[in-house]
């Protein structure tokens, strides 16, 4: 459960009282990794539908982290097989669940199904090594899968002294990663492989969130400012 917090600074003067605050839905995002998206590394389809889809990865706590797959809202294609690839074999994950809180009605997904592999796997460099899957349900068949404006969400429970922090380092290194099979793509309805886009080396990461403390002292500091100036 997400617990609300809020961080307020009063400062008072001539002028009355002066309050710096910071809302809970920011401190919140403290622990998410934002949106992580993909590049297709096929082209069967001849046009690139990677920007349709999204995930995104927050910190429940407990060594426990939620994967959030999103298919834009009016996309044509459908996820049906999600991959996980582990490069250095040094993150231990223990469980994978399926989040039902953040899993759309009719998304219906199995646990370590079939197929097991991405397809066109090999087109990643390094070639993708799939250690765990994720497919939709075979009852169903595709329509199970993440439709357009649908999402799946993914508890997975790290193990051992694996932990939030190392996943998100892993994921920005490109030594653990994600793919994912999307089918009935376009109007020829054809079907594409994709693994999560990694920030080039030295820069082109995604913008961090301060943590908890960062915004904290950015308050008080804002505060003693406005003292400062006040006092004169």
Do not use: W
């Not at 995002?29 to 082209?43: K, P, V």
């Amino acid at each position: 459960m997400r617990h609300e917090t809020c961080i307020k600074v009063f400062v008072t003067n001539r002028l009355g009282l002066v309050c710096a605050s910071l809302a809970s839905s920011i401190v919140a995002t403290t622990s998410t990794a934002g949106a992580i998206t993909f590049d297709q590394i096929t082209n069967n389809s001849g046009q690139n539908y990677a920007a349709d889809f999204s995930l995104e990865v927050t910190d429940l706590g407990s060594n426990q982290a939620l994967f959030k797959f999103s298919n834009a809202a009016g996309a044509t294609g459908i996820i049906t097989l999600i991959v996980f690839d582990d490069v250095d074999a040094d993150l231990n994950i223990g469980t994978i669940a399926i989040n039902a809180a953040n899993t759309s009605a009719g998304v219906n997904f199995v646990i370590d199904g079939s197929p097991a592999n991405l397809p066109a796997g090999n087109n990643a460099v390094p070639p993708f090594d799939d250690d765990r899957s994720v497919s939709r349900a075979a009852a169903g068949g595709v329509s199970n899968g993440i439709d357009g404006g649908e999402m799946l969400g993914l508890t997975i429970t790290l193990s051992g002294m694996s932990s939030f922090a190392e996943l998100i380092g892993d994921l920005e290194a490109g030594t653990f990663r994600v793919g994912f099979h999307g089918q009935s793509l376009g109007a020829q309805e054809q079907s594409e492989s994709y693994i999560n886009t990694v920030p080039p080396p030295g820069g082109g990461e995604p913008p961090r969130v301060p943590a908890p403390g960062g915004l904290a002292l950015f308050a008080l500091g804002a505060a003693a400012l406005l003292f400062r100036r006040f006092r004169r």
